[in-house]
């Protein structure tokens, strides 16, 4: 390295002196550290320093330097440079070549570029000094810093800002609301470039900020929120420390008072009026009243309560968690007619109540109310609004069994009308009497089928009929004996074959629909037909049952497989009631525990018809049964013919031949005048749907219907076949079923009406046809119909 190390004392020892002469020298400002000249030379050290290795330094650079030329930082300098070129500067690490340049032959060293020491504070470099020709070093590689020198370039900031606080109105003086802070990016070790100082712009005189801690405190007490509840602070933070020249910042803090119960409720005013319907329903709200407080919040929430009144329990009152309204609630009915007006005296309290303001007064206040009610009409008022009536089951039609009455409570006393809502009474068992309200039967009652009848009342005013009051009549039937005990079920009586005398076979009950007050007691015993016979007997267990019993063994199913036993039941009615009651017996063969295998009659099957034969009868019968029903049915549905069968053939089937028609010479098919002419009418008695025997036609009088020329186009069509249908309706002759009935009716809407020489023989047509019989033969005929004047034609 082209150090000498044995000379490293000596080097020690003679630095103070050479420090003292200026061998030495450091440049301050830049950094560089260089040999001085001297002009004696000591020739120990001429002797022992041929070579020296260079010694770094710490390099400064200006931050923010905004000069034209590139800023110098300092030099490097070797001692093996002896000045002759031959020694080349070489620079690397941070920023090298893009930041920093050295000049390779002088080991001068510039920064090309604006340096900020917020963004970086230091760069790390490496020098290295190496022969020019071979490249190789001549000094080993070293490293050294060259530090960015801060500069005041940088405001204080409030990260945290704007700030949002708040503090209980009337806090007393220096009440701590919030802490600022402003942050400097500047050096905070060298210089006063950081150091904050904080001071408040806008907020005074209500409020201080700690020069060095950024607190900001109260600077008046007793400050109201409902005088004024917000302020917005300014507050500046100024670096060097608030000298002429510092950098400052500000920020805006809105500190809100919040609230405390400090005011109590007051009402506006001292006297509160309403008025309110009679009719008003019970829980209604009567009034809304409502005690002002400046709080907000919990503090304003209130109770109210009703202090004295002149009606105690006709009203509550109670407080609307939303408004804060004390809501005026009626518990009872109100009537104008007992009273009409009402006085309460209301009181309002705070519900949170802060003891540290109990200096201020008391948190209450009260207020008059008065109510005043207001007539309505209202509807009937039953003087019971239930009636219990009682009538008996066997009371007549028309029996009084009660009354109901009713008053109209409005000071007019209108007269009522009653009537019973047929919906509670739909068999109608009940009348009222409108007038008296007397209410009888209408009907047999029977309490069996209805022992309570619930019928709902009206009252109606007679001025104003939809004023209704409704009462309730409950009419209860009261029972009498019109009712026979009878069987509780129908018994099925088992005798076994092997029973012995004095066994009981059975024990039967009763029931009876009556309901007697002191309850049943029924008596049985057999009917006298059979109450001496020598099968069975019957003994009454004075208990509403009896029990049958055998007289004798030796029943045998093959002589009497059922016996039929007459029981007389009688009730302990006034009067009493019987009835007699059959009691079934089958004789059964037992077991040896009594227990039924088989009952009834024996089946004699030597005597008896086998089960094949019975079958085969069941068939001949089932088949003549179906003989019959098929010759009924076929009978029925034959009908005999009204017509020939050829005239239904000629209306009803199409018929195809060659032949042609007669044209106009055949005249004997159809009446072709008649369907021509829709103002002549047939003979009722000649039959529509034949063929007429000789052509006949008539003609309507005058005033029988009007004609179909003068009827309009949509109406005529109809008027015509309505015409014919009601011919055919009275026609004596015409089949009594439907047929088909045909009409050439081609209407009347022409301007040139009919066309056909058909309709000209029964018009007044002045017209001379005489001309037809210069024709020749094929107009013979028409010159026969219509060129004679003289009527001698075939239809004269």
Not at 313 to 320: K, L, M
Not at 416 to 442: H, K, P, Q, W, Y
Not at 734 to 752: C, H, I, R
Request: charged residues 25%; aromatic residues 8%.
């Amino acid at each position: 390295k082209h150090r000498v190390r044995t000379v490293a004392l000596a080097l020690l020892a003679i630095l103070p002196p050479l420090w003292e002469r200026g061998c030495w020298g450091l440049i301050h400002g830049t950094g560089d550290l260089e040999k001085s000249p001297r002009s004696d030379p000591d020739p120990w050290e001429v002797l022992h320093r041929q070579k020296r290795s260079w010694v770094w330094n710490q390099f400064f650079v200006l931050e923010e330097y905004t000069g034209n030329e590139p800023l110098y930082v300092g030099k490097l300098h070797s001692d093996v440079d002896k000045g002759d070129g031959k020694v080349k500067y070489v620079l690397s690490g941070e920023g090298a070549t893009s930041i920093f340049t050295i000049d390779e032959n002088t080991g001068d060293i510039h920064a090309t570029k604006r340096l900020d020491r917020e963004a970086q504070a230091y760069y790390t470099l490496q020098a290295q000094a190496v022969d020019r020709i071979t490249n190789l070093p001549v000094e080993p590689r070293s490293e050294f810093v060259v530090k960015v020198q801060d500069i005041n370039d940088n405001e204080p900031k409030f990260i945290d800002g704007p700030y949002l606080a708040g503090v209980p109105e009337m806090s007393p003086l220096g009440t701590m609301v919030v802490q600022v802070a402003a942050t400097d990016a500047d050096d905070p070790t060298y210089g006063n470039s950081a150091r904050v100082v904080y001071s408040i712009i806008h907020g005074q005189p209500y409020f201080s900020v700690e020069p060095k801690t950024g607190v900001i405190r109260t600077a008046l007490s007793n400050m109201d929120r409902e005088t004024r509840d917000q302020y917005v602070l300014v507050i500046q933070a100024k670096d060097m420390v608030g000298q002429m020249g510092g950098l400052s910042g500000t920020t805006s803090v809105t500190v809100t008072l919040t609230d405390v119960n400090d005011n109590p409720p007051r009402f506006t005013h001292s006297n509160y009026q309403y008025t309110v319907l009679e009719s008003l329903p019970v829980q209604s709200v009567v009034a809304r009243i409502k005690a002002a407080d400046a709080d907000i919040g919990s503090n304003a929430e209130m109770d109210y309560r009703i202090m004295d009144g002149d009606a105690p329990g006709q009203f509550n009152i109670t407080t609307d968690e939303n408004t804060q309204e004390g809501m005026i609630i009626l518990l009872k009915p109100l009537d104008f007619e007992t009273k009409s007006s009402f006085s309460l005296r209301i009181e309002a309290t705070n519900r949170n109540i802060d003891s540290n303001f109990l200096s201020l007064g008391s948190f209450s206040d009260t207020t008059s109310v008065k109510v005043t009610v207001e007539d309505v009409n209202e509807p009937p008022v039953f003087s019971k609004a239930l009636s219990e009536l009682v009538v008996s089951e066997d009371a007549k039609v028309g029996t009084s069994i009660g009354r109901v009455s009713a008053h109209d409570p409005d000071t007019s006393n209108n007269a009522i009308r009653f009537s019973i809502d047929r919906n509670t009474d739909l068999e109608r068992f009940f009348n009222v009497d409108a007038l008296s309200g007397v209410i009888s039967t209408a009907k047999p009652l029977d309490r069996e089928a209805n022992s309570v009848h619930n019928l709902t009342i009206f009252a109606i005013e007679s001025q104003d009929p939809t004023q209704i009051g409704r009462g309730v009549a409950l009419v209860t039937v009261q029972d009498i004996n019109d009712n026979a005990p009878v069987f509780a079920i129908d018994y099925e009586t088992l005798l076994c074959e092997n029973a012995m005398p004095g066994q009981v076979i059975q024990t039967i009950s009763a029931v009876d629909k009556d309901e007697p007050l002191r309850g049943h007691r029924f008596y049985f015993a057999l009917a006298a037909p059979v109450a001496g016979n020598p099968n069975f007997t019957l003994r009454d267990n004075k208990d509403n049952t009896a029990s049958i019993l055998t007289k004798r063994d030796g029943f045998r199913r093959r002589q009497q497989p059922v016996y039929r036993l007459p029981v007389l039941i009688v009730d302990s009615g006034s009067p009493a009631l019987s009835s007699t009651n059959t009691l079934l017996v089958r004789v059964c063969d037992c077991d040896s525990d009594g227990v039924a295998l088989s009952c009834g009659a024996v089946a004699y099957t030597a005597t008896g018809l086998s089960t094949g034969a019975l079958l085969a009868i069941l068939g001949c019968i089932i088949t003549l049964l179906v003989m019959v029903l098929l010759i009924v049915t076929m009978r029925r549905r034959r009908k005999e013919p009204l017509i020939l069968e050829e005239e239904r053939d000629i209306r009803e089937n199409i018929v195809r031949y060659d032949d042609e028609g007669g044209g106009e010479e055949d005249t004997e098919a159809f009446d072709m005048v008649t369907l021509r002419n829709l103002n002549v009418i047939r003979d009722p008695s000649v039959r529509r749907d034949v063929t007429p025997d000789t052509p006949t036609f008539f003609h309507y009088p005058s005033a029988s219907r009007p004609p179909y020329k003068s009827l309009p186009d949509n109406v005529v069509f109809r008027e015509f076949i309505w015409d014919r249908l009601k011919d055919a309706d009275v026609d004596p002759s015409a089949p009594p079923y439907d047929s088909l009935q045909t009409y050439a009716f081609e209407g009347s809407g022409s301007v040139a009406e009919s066309l056909s020489s058909l309709e000209s023989l029964s018009t007044d047509s002045d017209q001379n046809y005489d001309y037809l019989s210069n024709w020749g033969p094929r107009f013979k005929k028409l010159a026969d119909l219509y060129g004679n004047s003289d009527g001698t034609g075939v239809f004269s």
